[in-house]
């Protein structure tokens, strides 16, 4: 196994991997996923397998996605995302987050659960086991407990009420991407044989859905009593006018901003997952993951506050 | 931004959502506060902000009818900063301006104030403005980006006192609205309150004036708190601003534009343009076509084209479409974008190339248009490009249609091409006969003409200031004298108080003075001297120093400051024929930055070291020196000392002579080591394939009552050439220093290859005389037009020459960032990398480029320049910048040319005059007569063979020639008229001998075009601004020089 320093993966290591044009003026990422995870499962070489082949879908989806694109560039002349002030749409300034509520153990039933507000944000998120491989067992992992992740939104958490299939693509990759996260976090391998389900429901959809989950569930995993190597915090960052601004609220999401989503084991500052799906160029780079880190932090301060009053209020009840 | 690969359906059908909610417009806005909650500030661990966080509810219809609710969140803070300097709670400004704290009153402006009156708050003499965040956001919602934009700018300058003060993030000054409660009366609750919280939060120390047009809002807050006082806009400046004339006479005219506007309601003129949605989506699809609104220079009714920008996906190369008549132009105005909708292939129409103007009276269409265009009509314009328009207020002779108050005017703008201008005004008596300058405010489908107002009255027209300050005016020039502040921040040079060179400075530079000789050459009485020569031999012969030195007007004006801010929206010094509008303030621009003889001035330079013999580079080096020219020499002097001729050099004559003669061989043999090296550099240019081109360039020589005495074409001199040279050198080498330093953020001027459908004339014109052109490359085309002269007529070489140079793309600065690396080349210069370094005291981009080399040495040192040079997007904007007010200038300067010609003939009387009458060339044919070329006045100008009455011009004998009924056929290259007394043609380039009338051929013209005053017909000569049409008074008339008849009888057939 190896060890949580070696796993550590560092702004060098990232900036390694991404491709540079040759002219050095336009960086094109189409997705660039990393994570422990990816790395420990392949060789050095092709290390991040798992960063799509961008180039081929990059010119369907421009094709088919026409209306998208405008409404990215209407939307990026109607509104002013950073004013000259500095200030946001909702008042905010660059570096600050929205406000974050959350409540642990909300649930009786299952073994964890934990409600998180980030802004209008709101999700749910509850934890079984670890427990025994449920369905066939050949999922099984002789040396580490298999992790199960499922996303799914409420049909009211957005302003049109909608219905949202089971298992449509958008929900299956947010599977994927806590699953990826958690698995870098959870000390999977004191539970060999064994499997975390790790369910997350978005009730209100106001921008950052994947770090809003990522910050519930690791309340909820806390909550369920399953060690892991740290707190893993997630943070959107967008990038405008040459600031980069901290966790987008939905306004901004869809004004055309090069976004950023990234999850953080604060203490050691190892990236567990880095996802961009934009335009951006090179030498912004580094200051957008400081950035996004930074915001990490801060998230990660309030989790652990709610971490300590709640157990604060179990151990009064306990009476110990 | 590109979808994930997953779940791309999902996201789309969401984005599009918000696209709808993000577009309309807001119904109702319902706000509900939670509870207080602490948020932490991230970036400021220490310093713990309190931010409240509450939500607003907004209703928001979207485009298909449906309405949304959405949820957004808005943060409240307890400091805002109020940017003014009488605050005293210790507000952190960090950058930006302050308001002064020595006024009597700051003036919060009511949301309806800023729609509408902004024009009025723009004005400088108003201090203490602090706009506020629901205002600014009103404007942006209802009047649209550009206007936001404007208001942007002017919170940015740093020569307004004004701010933008953030209400709506501010704990006590944020209102949510009320249910039920009109947006009015919310928006200007909000500015209340934000008075009011500017009044306490400055300790009562500064009264507060609320302006407001809402006189209910006057009345219900006037009384409510002492020291806020709520008035209307016009008690404000009668009781604040009395003696501000201006403000008054432009509140007067916004609010009877304003009046007018209200209660109008007549039958449609136009159709409706489509909302923008529909617009975008159609050009997207390829329904429409987006351009750039062109009217037509010869038929400004009806005639106007767009040429697209390669929008559409079939062709990546532009094309034209064209738009006939006003109805299909429908309410679009020269410049603006538009979306246009092609007609059926049945209703195309070609362009008409005859010279007349007549309208209706057309040659019936069957040889007056060419091949029929694409044709379109204007659907919905897109961006409207209105700027400020020079008018004239017609004078009163019953023939203005008398609507229902007798107080509105149709103004004919200057512009031919810009439609007329209603204007509502109490001044129309006092205003006729003079030129005013006014807005447009609107143009209703409803409406025939624009609505607008006047903002500020230039003068009686055809008085020689009132005509300069409308071409100023109509080139956007904007150049008042240097305000007192600026001048402020500027070193002295008095006779008491002498300038003198800094030793802190002279330690860092190197010191020319003793072992250089260096001299300038410029046009006779320069006063801003920017480049310096110098030239001598090193090593004994075998290397040869060259030396470029500029003057050095960074040193003086720091980035950021007063000056360099002015000095960069004037982007250019202007000159006119008969003055200058300085880019500097003479301090610097004749003084302290001159590189005046005899006295010691900083300089940046570019010496060479050149082999000798070979005249190749071995060692460049680039700088800051301290230098004293030595000889201030101008272009004749230079000349005539190289060719040996006995001119008295001024620094020399008090010297004894043996001295003289020392220091003059000195001299002379500089000059002509100059000489040779810049012939070779030419000679290296040249075999690259750069471009001899020729322009029309006439001065206009005053005599001290700013009467023109003559019009003097310029004679160029080799020694011109001498120095261009050495400025093409420095600026080549410059910019290959910034652009090795700075691949990304460096300034350069670049020279796109020109079109070659645009070399079609030339080419035909260039074969009439039986030569050809070879177009392929600049090499090619240099050679071919050296090839292309003709021995018994040099004016046909330059005619060639003149008509290369129109068919030129314009040579443009661009950010190095911003363009691929082939895209640098320079055509006509045939250089690689070109940049503008030599001229920073009367061009901007030189100090630009000055900045840049200053940091390239900096860098190549390893010393960090002190100040983040621009980025790519900011160096690019700064190009655009300047390349706008280039040829904003470079129009400005011939319409002037133009203007100070037509006085001169205009004083002239054609019959007797023998000025009046000179040699001509014909250089193009139309249907209907040809287009001639005055070498000796550079003038072109239309001769028409036909005139409206159907009569053609016939040549009788002796040279004199008649009006006389018959008929022109047009060939190629010949037109030729037929007649009762013969036939006769004119060919291409033809040599014809015009007398050049002005008063009497205008009165006739004008008189035929109804629509144009009286007015105009006594001046017309200024109004008409193009060359075209500026000289249509310009006829053939007769062939009275006899050494001219054999030749025109030889082309007679």
């Given at each position: 196994m190896n060890s949580v320093a070696a796993l550590c993966l560092n702004i060098p290591d990232i900036k390694r991997c991404i491709q540079t044009e040759e002219d050095r003026t336009v960086t094109v990422r189409t997705l660039l996923l990393l994570s422990l995870w990816s790395c420990r499962s392949s060789s050095p070489g092709g290390a991040f397998g798992y960063v799509h082949s961008a180039a081929d879908t990059w010119g369907v989806a421009l094709a088919v996605r026409l209306p998208f694109i405008r409404s990215l560039r209407k939307n990026m002349a109607g509104l002013e995302l950073l004013s000259d002030q500095g200030y946001r749409l909702d008042g905010r300034k660059a570096a600050e987050l929205r406000k974050v509520q959350a409540r642990m153990g909300v649930f009786a039933q299952a073994d964890g659960s934990a409600y998180l507000e980030q802004g209008n944000t709101k999700a749910l998120a509850v934890v079984y086991g670890p427990h025994e491989i449920r369905g066939s067992r050949s999922r099984a992992l002789h040396d580490r407990a298999v992790i199960n992740c499922q996303y799914s939104m409420a049909t009211f958490s957005t302003a049109e009420r909608k219905r949202r299939p089971h298992g449509d693509r958008k929900s299956t990759e947010m599977s994927l991407h806590l699953k990826q996260t958690f698995e870098a976090a959870v000390m999977t391998q004191l539970y060999p044989r064994s499997q975390i389900d790790i369910y997350v429901k978005i009730l209100q959809s106001d921008g950052g859905n994947y770090s809003v989950c990522v910050n519930a569930a690791t309340l909820a995993v806390i909550d369920a009593g399953i060690p892991m190597r740290d707190y893993v915090c997630a943070c959107t960052v967008g990038f405008v006018d040459e600031t980069p601004l901290a966790d987008l609220c939905y306004a901004e999401e869809s004004g055309g901003v090069s976004s950023l989503a990234l999850a953080l084991l604060p203490r050691g500052g190892q990236i567990a997952l880095l996802q961009m799906d934009a335009r951006l160029h090179q030498d912004h780079l580094e200051a957008l993951i400081e950035a996004a880190m930074t915001a990490c932090k801060g998230v990660?301060?309030?989790?652990?506050?709610?971490?300590?009053?709640?157990?604060?209020?179990?151990?009064?009840?306990?009476?110990? | 931004m590109v979808p994930k690969c997953g779940g791309q359906v999902e996201q789309v059908e969401e984005v599009e959502q918000v696209e709808q909610v993000e577009e309309v417009e807001q119904v109702e806005e319902v706000q509900q506060v939670e509870e207080v909650e602490e948020v932490e500030d991230v970036e400021q661990g220490e310093q713990k902000l309190k931010m409240i966080k509450?939500?607003?509810?907004?209703?928001?219809?979207?485009?298909?009818?449906?309405?949304?609710?959405?949820?957004?969140?808005?943060?409240?803070?307890?400091?805002?900063?109020?940017?003014?300097?009488?605050?005293?709670?210790?507000?952190?400004?960090?950058d930006g301006k302050l308001l002064p704290a020595d006024l009597t009153h700051y003036v919060v402006p009511d949301v309806g104030v800023v729609l509408d009156y902004l024009e009025i708050l723009e004005l400088r003499e108003l201090q203490g403005v602090v706009f506020t965040q629901t205002a600014c956001q009103a404007l942006q919602h209802s009047k649209g980006r550009r206007q936001y934009n404007r208001l942007r700018n002017l919170l940015k300058d740093p020569r307004h006192d004004c701010v933008l003060f953030a209400n709506e993030f501010q704990e006590y000054s944020y209102c949510p609205r009320e249910k039920g409660e009109s947006q009015d009366t919310w928006q200007s609750r909000c500015v209340y309150s934000a008075a009011v919280w500017f009044y306490n939060h400055l300790a009562g120390l500064m009264d507060i004036v609320m302006i407001t047009e809402d006189q209910e809002a006057v009345t219900r807050y006037s009384s409510l708190n002492s020291g806020v006082y709520v008035i209307s806009v016009r008690d404000y400046l009668q009781n604040f601003w009395p003696e501000l004339r201006a403000a008054h006479e432009l509140h007067a005219s916004v609010c009877q534009a304003l009046q007018e506007k209200e209660g109008e309601v007549r039958e449609r003129q136009y159709a409706e343009h489509l909302p923008p949605e529909v617009l975008e989506a159609g050009i997207k699809s390829g329904r429409y076509v987006q351009g750039t609104l062109n009217v037509s220079k010869h038929r400004a009714q009806t005639e106007a084209s767009?040429?697209?920008?390669?929008?559409?996906?079939?062709?990546?190369?532009?094309?034209?479409?064209?738009?006939?008549?006003?109805?299909?132009?429908?309410?679009?105005?020269?410049?603006?974008?538009?979306?246009?909708?092609?007609?059926?292939?049945?209703?195309?129409?070609?362009?008409?190339?005859?010279?007349?103007?007549?309208?209706?009276?057309?040659?019936?269409?069957?040889?007056?248009?060419?091949?029929?265009?694409?044709?379109?009509?204007?659907?919905?314009?897109?961006?409207?490009?209105?700027?400020?328009?020079?008018?004239?207020?017609?004078?009163?002779?019953?023939?203005?249609?008398?609507s229902r108050n007798s107080q509105r005017i149709l103004a004919v703008p200057w512009d031919h091409r810009i439609p007329k201008i209603r204007i509502s005004t109490q001044q129309a008596d006092a205003l006729q006969d003079h030129r005013v300058v006014v807005r447009i405010d609107s143009w209703e489908s409803s409406s025939l003409y624009p609505n607008g107002h006047s903002v500020r009255v230039l003068g009686r027209s055809g008085e020689l200031e009132t005509e300069v300050q409308t071409i100023l005016v109509e080139n956007c020039i904007h150049a008042p004298p240097f305000s007192d502040a600026q001048l402020r921040e500027l070193p002295v040079n008095s006779p008491e108080n002498p300038w003198t060179v800094d030793p802190a400075q002279v330690a860092q530079r190197r010191d020319l003075r003793e072992s250089h000789l260096v001299f300038s050459i410029d046009p006779q009485g320069c006063e801003d001297v920017d480049d310096t020569l110098s030239v001598r031999h090193l090593a004994g012969g075998t290397l040869l120093e060259l030396g470029v030195h500029i003057a050095d007007v960074t040193h003086f004006v720091s980035e950021g400051s007063l000056s360099d801010l002015e000095a960069r929206s004037r982007a250019t010094t202007y000159y006119l024929a008969d003055r200058r509008y300085d880019m500097l303030p003479a301090v610097l621009s004749a003084d302290l930055c001159s590189l005046l003889g005899g006295v010691d001035r900083y300089a940046m330079s570019v010496m060479w070291e050149l082999d000798a013999r070979t005249l190749a580079v071995s060692r460049v080096w680039y700088g800051r020196t301290v230098v004293r020219s030595s000889y201030q020499l101008h272009y004749e002097l230079a000349q005539a000392l190289l060719d040996g001729d006995e001119a008295a050099v001024p620094e020399l004559v008090r010297l004894g002579s043996e001295e003289q003669e020392a220091k003059r061989a000195e001299l002379v043999q500089a000059l002509e080591t100059l000489t040779h090296v810049s012939r070779h550099l030419r000679a290296q240019r040249d075999r690259g394939g750069a471009l001899e081109l020729e322009g029309l360039e006439v001065r206009a020589q005053l005599d001290e009552e700013k009467n023109i005495t003559a019009l003097v074409p310029r004679q160029p001199l080799e020694v011109h050439e001498t120095v261009a040279e050495c400025m093409i050198y420095a600026n080549h080498w410059v910019a290959r220093k910034i652009q090795e330093t700075f691949p990304h953020q460096a300034l350069l001027r670049h020279h796109p290859p020109p079109r070659q459908e645009?070399?079609?004339?030339?080419?035909?014109?260039?074969?009439?005389?039986?030569?050809?052109?070879?177009?392929?490359?600049?090499?090619?085309?240099?050679?071919?037009l050296d090839r292309a002269a003709d021995p018994q007529d040099p004016l046909v070489n330059r005619l060639l020459r003149m008509m290369t140079t129109q068919a030129m793309s314009e040579a443009l600065y661009c950010s190095t960032g911003a363009q691929s690396l082939d895209q640098f080349y320079h055509y006509g210069l045939a250089l690689d990398r070109y940049t503008h370094f030599t001229s920073p005291i009367r061009r901007y981009a030189?100090?630009?480029?000055?900045?840049?080399?200053?940091?390239?040495?900096?860098?190549?040192?390893?010393?960090?320049?002190?100040?983040?040079l621009a980025g790519n997007k900011g160096l690019e904007e700064t190009a655009q910048h300047i390349n706008k007010k280039n040829r904003a200038a470079k129009r400005a300067q011939k319409l002037s040319t133009e203007l100070f010609q037509c006085l001169y003939f205009k004083e002239r009387d054609p019959q007797t005059d023998r000025r009046c009458v000179a040699d001509?060339?014909?250089?193009?044919?139309?249907?209907?007569?040809?287009?001639?070329?005055?070498?000796?006045?550079?003038?072109?100008?239309?001769?028409?063979?036909?005139?409206?009455?159907?009569?053609?011009?016939?040549?009788?004998?002796?040279?004199?020639?008649?009006?006389?009924?018959?008929?022109?056929?047009?060939?190629?290259?010949?037109?030729?008229?037929t007649s009762g007394g013969g036939t006769c043609t004119f060919r291409l380039f033809d040599h014809v001998t015009e007398v050049v009338r002005l008063a009497e051929e205008a009165q006739e013209r004008a008189a035929r075009r109804p629509k144009l005053s009286r007015e105009e017909r006594e001046f017309s000569q200024s109004k008409t601004p193009n060359l075209y049409s500026l000289l249509e008074e310009v006829r053939e008339l007769a062939l009275t020089d006899p050494d001219m008849i054999p030749q025109v009888c030889a082309s007679t057939a």
């Open positions: 990660s301060k309030v989790l652990d506050e709610v971490v300590r009053q709640h157990l604060q209020e179990v151990s009064s009840l306990t009476g110990e | 509450t939500e607003k509810i907004l209703h928001l219809r979207s485009c298909r009818g449906r309405k949304l609710r959405v949820v957004r969140e808005h943060y409240l803070r307890e400091r805002v900063p109020c940017y003014s300097g009488a605050c005293q709670a210790g507000c952190a400004h960090a767009i040429m697209t920008e390669g929008f559409s996906n079939k062709s990546t190369d532009s094309w034209c479409v064209l738009v006939h008549g006003d109805k299909h132009r429908n309410r679009a105005v020269h410049g603006d974008v538009v979306a246009v909708e092609l007609l059926p292939k049945s209703e195309w129409r070609g362009k008409v190339t005859a010279l007349s103007e007549g309208q209706g009276a057309e040659p019936s269409g069957e040889d007056g248009e060419r091949k029929p265009l694409p044709t379109g009509r204007v659907v919905g314009v897109l961006q409207r490009n209105w700027r400020d328009f020079v008018v004239t207020f017609p004078p009163r002779d019953g023939t203005q249609p008398q645009f070399f079609l004339q030339l080419v035909d014109s260039a074969r009439a005389r039986g030569f050809t052109i070879d177009t392929r490359t600049n090499k090619a085309l240099a050679d071919s030189d100090v630009v480029v000055h900045r840049l080399l200053a940091a390239a040495m900096a860098t190549k040192r390893g010393v960090a320049s002190g100040k983040a001509a060339v014909i250089y193009s044919i139309r249907d209907d007569g040809v287009l001639a070329f005055v070498p000796e006045y550079g003038v072109k100008g239309p001769v028409h063979l036909k005139n409206r009455e159907g009569l053609v011009v016939s040549v009788g004998p002796d040279g004199g020639c008649e009006w006389q009924s018959g008929s022109v056929r047009r060939q190629p290259d010949r037109i030729s008229t």
